[in-house]
T-cell receptor, first 113, second 115 residues
Framework: LAKTTQPISMDSYEGQEVNITCSHN???????ITWYQQFPSQGPRFIIQ???TKVTNEVASLFIPADRKSSTLSLPRVSLSDTAVYYC??????????????FGQGTELSVKP | EPEVTQTPSHQVTQMGQEVILRCVPI?????FYWYRQILGQKVEFLVS????????KSEIFDDQFSVERPDGSNFTLKIRSTKLEDSAMYFC?????????????FGSGTRLTVV
């Protein structure tokens, strides 16, 4: 399973765009990149997933360069309610992990007014 | 949006007592999981369950733990004799496929406090 590295914490202000970068130098050919969000005292929530280039949904965008050794989660115009921990996960769980998710420490995003 | 429902939201129990945490996964999902998160620490995998049997379990999931799907809707985690270090948030999750290539849906958790 590819190890991921992401900043422990980030601060932002309401209305700003926030970019959280995750490094995964040992990503394998079959691996996907998945981001989860966790609010205090709640379970993680799936945000977005991608394999290469750019993926966008109603919540966020995910940018993956050609070498796939990193990825950037982009949150447009954050609000106070985006204050949460964001986790980057990399893997192809069918073959390597039997379906389980391996969470790191994540990035604690704090959005200020 | 379909939800994974967990009950109770909070449980306080005395050390050595048995507890059962309950979950109702999303109805068309086939794979079920339990995770836990000790306060201030990472979310940790406990066990995955498919077709009425355990698919995989972690080192944490020792013989004090068991899971069951007693009927078509509930999925339970039992801790036979609770220890102080079992105090944590316990999250149930379900998925359509056994892969993180498809998003898992987590419940809101049960906060277990062992005193």
């Amino acid at each position: 399973l590819a190890k991921t590295t992401q900043p422990i914490s980030m601060d932002s202000y309401e209305g700003q765009e926030v970019n959280i970068t995750c490094s995964h130098n040992n990503i394998a050919t079959n691996d996907y990149i998945t981001w989860y969000q966790q609010f205090p005292s709640q379970g993680p929530r799936f945000i977005i997933q991608g394999y290469k280039t750019k993926v966008t949904n109603e919540v966020a965008s995910l940018f993956i360069p050609a070498d796939r050794k990193s990825s950037t989660l982009s949150l447009p115009r954050v609000s106070l309610s985006d204050t949460a921990v964001y986790y980057c996960l990399v893997g192809d769980m069918i073959y390597n992990q039997g379906g389980k998710l391996i969470f790191g420490q994540g990035t604690e995003l704090s959005v200020k007014p | 949006e379909p939800e994974v429902t967990q009950t109770p939201s909070h449980q306080v129990t005395q050390m050595g007592q048995e507890v059962i945490l309950r979950c109702v996964p999303i109805s068309n999902h086939l794979y079920f999981y339990w995770y836990r998160q000790i306060l201030g620490q990472k979310v940790e995998f406990l066990v995955s369950f498919y077709n009425n049997e355990i698919s995989e379990k972690s080192e944490i999931f020792d013989d004090q733990f068991s899971v069951e799907r007693p009927d078509g809707s509930n999925f339970t985690l039992k801790i036979r004799s609770t220890k102080l270090e079992d105090s944590a948030m316990y999250f149930c999750a379900s998925s359509e496929e056994r892969s993180a290539n498809y998003g898992y849906t987590f419940g809101s958790g049960t906060r277990l406090t062992v005193v």
